[in-house]
């Protein structure tokens, strides 16, 4: 039923709440395949004292910063490693619910679990969700995650 799953993950320990019921779905349902996914924005080029931005400069945060993400994913698949299930990750360069439900749809998953903050109200309208822009712009299901400690509002 669920053979592949898509895991994103943004770097924060909320994010990592998903965690213990990513184990339990390859335990119970023998899962497959995982993809871990991170999702990083692009820099925007901008001006200082009326000086232009330098190129080089820019393109090697860009790769640093996939870097980063590349390794924390590496970190957190050591801690997972299951046999029968293959593990895989992917660091992505995009708007984060975009660039998820691109994915999503090109790469045959079955399920979405996503962490979410659990925000509502004007903080949501605010901030934004990309647990929630996820949720409304899947055509596969979706568990969404409440991270533990997170005050519950409308």
């Given at each position: 039923?669920?053979?592949?799953?898509?895991?994103p993950?943004?770097?924060?320990?909320?994010?990592?709440?998903?965690?213990?019921?990513?184990?339990t779905?390859?335990?119970?349902?023998?899962?497959?395949?995982?993809?871990?996914?991170?999702?990083?924005?692009l820099?925007?080029?901008?001006?200082?004292?009326?000086?232009?931005?330098?190129?080089?400069?820019?393109?090697?945060?860009?790769?640093?910063?996939?870097?980063?993400?590349?390794?924390?994913?590496?970190?957190?698949?050591?801690?997972?490693?299951?046999?029968?299930?293959?593990?895989r990750?992917?660091?992505?360069?995009?708007?984060?619910?975009?660039?998820?439900?691109?994915?999503?749809?090109?790469?045959?998953?079955d399920?979405?679990?996503?962490a979410?903050?659990?925000?509502?109200?004007?903080?949501?309208?605010?901030?934004?969700s990309?647990?929630?822009?996820?949720?409304?712009?899947?055509?596969?299901?979706?568990?969404?995650?409440?991270?533990?400690g997170?005050?519950?509002?409308?």
């Amino acid at each position: 039923m669920y053979n592949k799953i898509l895991v994103p993950l943004d770097g924060s320990e909320l994010a990592e709440c998903v965690l213990p019921h990513v184990e339990t779905f390859i335990k119970r349902y023998h899962v497959s395949e995982v993809v871990f996914l991170r999702a990083i924005d692009l820099l925007h080029p901008y001006f200082h004292n009326e000086s232009y931005f330098n190129v080089a400069d820019l393109e090697k945060s860009e790769s640093d910063r996939k870097t980063s993400a590349q390794e924390y994913l590496d970190q957190i698949i050591k801690q997972l490693e299951h046999d029968g299930t293959t593990l895989r990750s992917e660091v992505l360069v995009g708007r984060a619910a975009e660039t998820l439900i691109d994915y999503v749809e090109k790469n045959d998953i079955d399920l979405i679990l996503i962490a979410t903050h659990g925000r509502s109200g004007l903080s949501r309208w605010v901030m934004g969700s990309v647990a929630d822009k996820v949720l409304r712009s899947s055509n596969i299901p979706v568990l969404m995650v409440r991270a533990p400690g997170i005050e519950i509002g409308i």
